[in-house]
T-cell receptor, first 112, second 112 residues
Framework: DTGVSQDPRHKITKRGQNVTFRCDPI?????LYWYRQTLGQGPEFLTY????????KSRLLSDRFSAERPKGSFSTLEIQRTEQGDSAMYLC??????????FGPGTRLTVT | GENVEQHPSTLSVQEGDSAVIKCTYS??????FPWYKQELGKRPQLIID?????GEKKDQRIAVTLNKTAKHFSLHITETQPEDSAVYFC???????????FGTGTRLTIIP
Protein backbone atom coordinates (compact mmCIF):
# COMPACT_ATOMS: atom_id res chain seq x y z
CA ASP A 1 0.00 0.00 0.00
CA THR A 2 1.62 3.23 -1.12
CA GLY A 3 -0.92 5.52 0.55
CA VAL A 4 -0.64 7.48 3.77
CA SER A 5 -0.30 5.21 6.78
CA GLN A 6 -0.90 5.93 10.45
CA ASP A 7 -0.04 4.06 13.60
CA PRO A 8 -1.67 3.05 15.85
CA ARG A 9 -5.16 2.83 14.42
CA HIS A 10 -6.74 2.88 17.85
CA LYS A 11 -5.49 4.14 21.19
CA ILE A 12 -7.24 4.00 24.54
CA THR A 13 -5.57 5.92 27.33
CA LYS A 14 -6.36 7.21 30.75
CA ARG A 15 -6.74 10.91 31.40
CA GLY A 16 -3.43 12.50 32.20
CA GLN A 17 -1.32 10.06 30.19
CA ASN A 18 0.80 11.06 27.20
CA VAL A 19 0.21 9.57 23.76
CA THR A 20 2.15 9.71 20.50
CA PHE A 21 0.89 8.98 17.01
CA ARG A 22 2.88 8.40 13.85
CA CYS A 23 2.13 9.28 10.24
CA ASP A 24 4.00 8.07 7.17
CA PRO A 25 3.08 10.17 4.13
CA ILE A 26 3.06 9.11 0.51
CA UNK A 27 6.71 8.94 -0.47
CA UNK A 28 8.01 12.10 -2.16
CA UNK A 29 5.14 14.18 -0.76
CA UNK A 30 6.79 17.18 0.84
CA UNK A 31 3.73 18.49 2.68
CA LEU A 32 2.18 16.76 5.67
CA TYR A 33 -0.92 17.83 7.57
CA TRP A 34 -2.59 16.86 10.81
CA TYR A 35 -6.35 17.21 11.27
CA ARG A 36 -8.73 16.25 14.06
CA GLN A 37 -12.21 14.89 13.40
CA THR A 38 -14.94 14.47 15.98
CA LEU A 39 -18.13 12.52 15.44
CA GLY A 40 -20.46 14.12 12.93
CA GLN A 41 -18.03 16.88 11.98
CA GLY A 42 -15.60 17.56 9.19
CA PRO A 43 -11.86 17.38 9.81
CA GLU A 44 -10.37 20.44 11.53
CA PHE A 45 -6.88 21.62 10.67
CA LEU A 46 -4.25 21.31 13.40
CA THR A 47 -0.86 21.89 11.79
CA TYR A 48 1.18 21.34 8.66
CA UNK A 49 4.77 20.79 7.58
CA UNK A 50 6.63 21.51 4.41
CA UNK A 51 9.56 19.14 4.50
CA UNK A 52 10.79 19.36 8.11
CA UNK A 53 9.55 22.88 8.77
CA UNK A 54 6.32 23.35 10.72
CA UNK A 55 4.75 26.28 8.91
CA UNK A 56 1.37 26.74 10.52
CA LYS A 57 -0.36 25.77 13.74
CA SER A 58 -4.04 26.15 14.51
CA ARG A 59 -5.16 27.78 17.73
CA LEU A 60 -6.80 24.39 18.38
CA LEU A 61 -3.30 23.09 19.02
CA SER A 62 -2.82 23.86 22.70
CA ASP A 63 0.58 23.73 24.38
CA ARG A 64 -0.15 20.11 25.31
CA PHE A 65 0.15 19.19 21.62
CA SER A 66 3.42 18.99 19.75
CA ALA A 67 4.19 17.74 16.28
CA GLU A 68 7.48 16.98 14.62
CA ARG A 69 8.74 15.90 11.24
CA PRO A 70 12.46 15.60 11.94
CA LYS A 71 13.73 14.32 8.61
CA GLY A 72 11.02 15.58 6.36
CA SER A 73 9.49 12.11 6.01
CA PHE A 74 7.32 10.65 8.80
CA SER A 75 5.72 12.83 11.44
CA THR A 76 4.70 12.35 15.05
CA LEU A 77 1.93 14.05 17.00
CA GLU A 78 2.23 13.95 20.78
CA ILE A 79 -0.48 14.88 23.24
CA GLN A 80 0.64 15.40 26.82
CA ARG A 81 -1.61 15.13 29.86
CA THR A 82 -4.55 13.91 27.81
CA GLU A 83 -8.05 15.14 28.61
CA GLN A 84 -11.40 13.59 27.75
CA GLY A 85 -11.97 16.39 25.25
CA ASP A 86 -8.99 15.10 23.26
CA SER A 87 -10.99 12.02 22.27
CA ALA A 88 -11.28 12.18 18.48
CA MET A 89 -9.99 10.75 15.22
CA TYR A 90 -6.59 12.19 14.35
CA LEU A 91 -6.05 12.25 10.62
CA CYS A 92 -2.86 12.79 8.70
CA UNK A 93 -2.73 13.88 5.07
CA UNK A 94 0.04 14.52 2.59
CA UNK A 95 0.40 16.38 -0.66
CA UNK A 96 3.00 17.31 -3.22
CA UNK A 97 2.50 20.78 -4.64
CA UNK A 98 -0.95 20.71 -6.17
CA UNK A 99 -3.09 21.28 -3.07
CA UNK A 100 -4.55 17.77 -3.42
CA UNK A 101 -4.40 16.21 0.02
CA UNK A 102 -4.57 12.45 0.53
CA PHE A 103 -5.62 11.19 3.91
CA GLY A 104 -4.48 8.30 6.04
CA PRO A 105 -6.87 5.96 7.89
CA GLY A 106 -6.57 7.94 11.11
CA THR A 107 -5.83 7.14 14.73
CA ARG A 108 -8.89 6.96 16.93
CA LEU A 109 -8.07 8.21 20.42
CA THR A 110 -10.30 7.44 23.38
CA VAL A 111 -9.44 9.10 26.69
CA THR A 112 -11.13 7.46 29.67
CA GLY B 1 -10.63 32.91 8.16
CA GLU B 2 -12.54 30.75 5.74
CA ASN B 3 -15.97 29.41 6.66
CA VAL B 4 -17.64 26.63 4.66
CA GLU B 5 -21.31 25.77 5.02
CA GLN B 6 -22.75 22.56 3.60
CA HIS B 7 -26.33 21.48 2.92
CA PRO B 8 -28.21 19.27 3.39
CA SER B 9 -26.85 17.41 6.40
CA THR B 10 -28.69 14.24 5.35
CA LEU B 11 -29.97 13.17 1.95
CA SER B 12 -31.83 10.04 0.89
CA VAL B 13 -32.40 9.25 -2.77
CA GLN B 14 -33.74 6.29 -4.68
CA GLU B 15 -31.16 4.20 -6.48
CA GLY B 16 -30.74 5.52 -9.99
CA ASP B 17 -31.81 9.07 -9.12
CA SER B 18 -29.46 12.06 -8.86
CA ALA B 19 -28.09 13.62 -5.69
CA VAL B 20 -26.94 17.21 -5.24
CA ILE B 21 -24.96 18.59 -2.30
CA LYS B 22 -24.28 22.30 -1.98
CA CYS B 23 -21.59 24.31 -0.23
CA THR B 24 -20.92 28.00 0.25
CA TYR B 25 -17.66 29.63 1.24
CA SER B 26 -16.79 33.01 2.67
CA UNK B 27 -13.24 33.82 1.56
CA UNK B 28 -13.13 35.24 -1.96
CA UNK B 29 -9.44 34.28 -2.13
CA UNK B 30 -10.28 30.56 -2.02
CA UNK B 31 -9.36 28.92 -5.30
CA UNK B 32 -9.38 25.16 -4.70
CA PHE B 33 -12.46 23.14 -3.79
CA PRO B 34 -12.15 19.38 -3.21
CA TRP B 35 -14.85 16.87 -2.33
CA TYR B 36 -14.19 13.90 -0.08
CA LYS B 37 -16.19 10.73 0.44
CA GLN B 38 -15.91 9.04 3.83
CA GLU B 39 -17.37 5.62 4.45
CA LEU B 40 -17.95 4.50 8.01
CA GLY B 41 -14.66 3.93 9.79
CA LYS B 42 -12.57 4.75 6.74
CA ARG B 43 -10.36 7.58 5.57
CA PRO B 44 -11.70 10.59 3.67
CA GLN B 45 -11.20 9.80 0.01
CA LEU B 46 -10.69 12.57 -2.55
CA ILE B 47 -13.27 11.98 -5.28
CA ILE B 48 -13.19 15.17 -7.33
CA ASP B 49 -11.92 18.73 -7.09
CA UNK B 50 -12.24 21.99 -8.95
CA UNK B 51 -10.09 25.07 -9.23
CA UNK B 52 -11.37 28.59 -9.56
CA UNK B 53 -10.35 28.95 -13.20
CA UNK B 54 -13.10 26.56 -14.35
CA GLY B 55 -16.83 26.45 -13.76
CA GLU B 56 -17.51 22.72 -14.05
CA LYS B 57 -15.66 19.43 -13.95
CA LYS B 58 -16.95 15.92 -14.61
CA ASP B 59 -15.66 12.46 -13.86
CA GLN B 60 -18.01 9.71 -14.97
CA ARG B 61 -21.12 9.94 -12.73
CA ILE B 62 -19.72 12.75 -10.59
CA ALA B 63 -19.59 16.44 -11.43
CA VAL B 64 -18.77 19.60 -9.53
CA THR B 65 -19.87 23.11 -10.42
CA LEU B 66 -18.45 26.38 -9.11
CA ASN B 67 -20.00 29.83 -9.03
CA LYS B 68 -17.28 32.24 -7.92
CA THR B 69 -19.54 35.26 -7.93
CA ALA B 70 -21.99 33.66 -5.54
CA LYS B 71 -19.23 31.79 -3.69
CA HIS B 72 -20.88 28.42 -3.89
CA PHE B 73 -20.05 25.04 -5.36
CA SER B 74 -22.01 21.83 -5.69
CA LEU B 75 -21.46 18.10 -6.07
CA HIS B 76 -23.72 16.22 -8.47
CA ILE B 77 -23.95 12.43 -8.51
CA THR B 78 -26.02 10.89 -11.28
CA GLU B 79 -27.38 7.35 -11.58
CA THR B 80 -26.75 6.75 -7.89
CA GLN B 81 -25.78 3.29 -6.70
CA PRO B 82 -25.82 1.70 -3.23
CA GLU B 83 -22.04 2.06 -2.97
CA ASP B 84 -22.48 5.85 -3.17
CA SER B 85 -23.88 5.75 0.38
CA ALA B 86 -21.38 7.60 2.58
CA VAL B 87 -20.69 10.97 4.20
CA TYR B 88 -19.53 13.60 1.72
CA PHE B 89 -17.46 16.62 2.75
CA CYS B 90 -16.73 19.73 0.75
CA UNK B 91 -13.69 21.86 1.51
CA UNK B 92 -12.01 25.05 0.41
CA UNK B 93 -8.56 26.57 0.50
CA UNK B 94 -6.56 29.27 -1.21
CA UNK B 95 -3.16 29.20 -2.83
CA UNK B 96 -0.50 29.70 -0.17
CA UNK B 97 -2.97 28.92 2.64
CA UNK B 98 -2.56 25.13 2.50
CA UNK B 99 -5.06 24.13 5.19
CA UNK B 100 -8.40 22.79 4.06
CA UNK B 101 -11.53 24.18 5.70
CA PHE B 102 -14.23 21.54 5.64
CA GLY B 103 -17.98 21.68 5.64
CA THR B 104 -19.94 19.74 8.24
CA GLY B 105 -20.72 16.85 5.90
CA THR B 106 -23.73 15.31 4.17
CA ARG B 107 -24.82 11.78 4.96
CA LEU B 108 -26.04 10.35 1.66
CA THR B 109 -28.17 7.22 1.74
CA ILE B 110 -29.09 5.43 -1.47
CA ILE B 111 -32.35 3.52 -1.14
CA PRO B 112 -32.35 0.29 -3.21
Amino acid sequence: DTGVSQDPRHKITKRGQNVTFRCDPISEHNRLYWYRQTLGQGPEFLTYFQNEAQLEKSRLLSDRFSAERPKGSFSTLEIQRTEQGDSAMYLCASSLLSQEQYFGPGTRLTVT
Amino acid sequence: GENVEQHPSTLSVQEGDSAVIKCTYSDSASNYFPWYKQELGKRPQLIIDIRSNVGEKKDQRIAVTLNKTAKHFSLHITETQPEDSAVYFCAATSFGNEKLTFGTGTRLTIIP
